[in-house]
């Protein structure tokens, strides 16, 4: 993603918004609000940035544009029990449905107490979509380069198949859908491995280190912004459904105790003893979804 792009999202923010801008290639729509404020000229059109910003993304969302999936939508709901639900105003965080129920699924017949974190390891939220669809997996929603938020299905009314965990069963035998039957699924989009996205629009990502299973690892980092759409999201979730547990690990090391019935918000590294996801998520910001008012 380029210093443009940042600068975008930088403002934006500001304006108490997380970016809609997918793929850092600017291939599907932006918000509503954020398209008055270009065209009222509210950004700070005179920064040399921004212009080059603006060439960018109007090139891209200017009146010829074809028509994409997202036209219409406004972003400020989210799919919950077959409801579609306002956002709350003030909230941060964009919401698309993206080919709902399309991914393979179960049917949800247990109370949701986890929710389970990763990164795709793709190279956008869309691109991660076809991959899940190809290996007939599944996730609840995916947190694209920019923030936006895409929902594949409605946590409360579909189980989705993203985390086999290792569960043992009581005689010792095999692992079976370990932790997606109460588990709402998170995947923050990153490709990780720095050779993947080299040449990419995201190859401006930070590398990161950070210890996993006791051993150190650097990877691509997530854009900010990617961090801030994830924990509004597990905040407005958490609101919505009391029975998601808020309770998380610092460490990222998988210690075999987690069941699928522990409430708490966990990565998959936590669930799933071979699993490196999600790499470089600051597990200890999750205190702030315990603490968030939505
Ligand atoms: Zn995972």
Same mark, same amino acid.
């Not at 086999?164 to 009581?170: K, P, S």
């Given at each position: ?30 918000s ?21 910003a603006?060439?960018?993304? @109007? ?68 691109? @991660? ?16 380069? @920019? ?21 043992r ?15 709402i ?32 690892l ?6 900010? @912004? ?36 522990t409430?708490?918000?966990f ?28």
């Amino acid at each position: 993603m380029n210093t443009a792009v940042m600068a975008l999202q930088a403002m934006l923010r500001a304006r108490g918004k997380t970016v809609v801008v997918v793929n850092g290639t600017f291939d599907a729509v932006t918000s509503n609000a954020m398209w008055a404020a270009w065209r009222a000229g509210d950004l700070n059109a005179a920064d040399p940035t921004m212009v080059a910003a603006r060439a960018e993304v @109007c090139g891209a969302f200017g009146p010829n544009r074809s028509p994409g999936p997202w036209d219409g939508l406004a972003g400020q709901t989210i799919l919950l029990g077959g409801k579609s639900l306002p956002l709350p105003p003030d909230v941060p965080l964009w919401v698309v449905p993206y080919n709902l129920h399309q991914l393979k699924h179960g049917l949800r017949q247990q109370t949701i107490v986890q929710a389970i974190l990763h990164h795709d390891a793709a190279g956008s939220a869309e691109q @991660c979509f076809r991959v899940l669809k190809a290996r007939g997996l599944s996730t609840h929603f995916a947190v694209d380069d @920019c923030g936006l938020v895409l929902q594949f299905l409605d946590p409360l009314v579909n189980v989705a198949w993203h985390a086999m965990g290792e569960v043992r069963r009581e005689d010792g035998s095999s692992i079976e859908h370990g932790f997606n039957f109460r588990s709402i699924g998170i995947d923050l989009s990153n490709p990780v491995d720095p050779a993947t996205a080299a040449g990419r629009a995201d190859a401006g990502r930070e590398l990161v280190t950070q210890k996993i299973h006791g051993r150190d690892l650097t990877r691509l980092d997530f854009y900010a @912004c990617q961090e801030e759409a994830g924990l509004a999201l597990l905040k407005v979730l958490h609101a919505r459904i009391p029975s998601l547990g808020t309770s998380y690990r610092p460490d990222a090391v998988w210690k075999g105790d987690l069941t699928r019935n522990t409430p708490g918000i966990f990565g998959h590294y936590h669930v799933a003893k071979g699993k490196i996801d999600p790499f470089g998520f600051p597990m200890n910001r999750l205190a702030e979804v315990a603490a968030g008012t939505w």
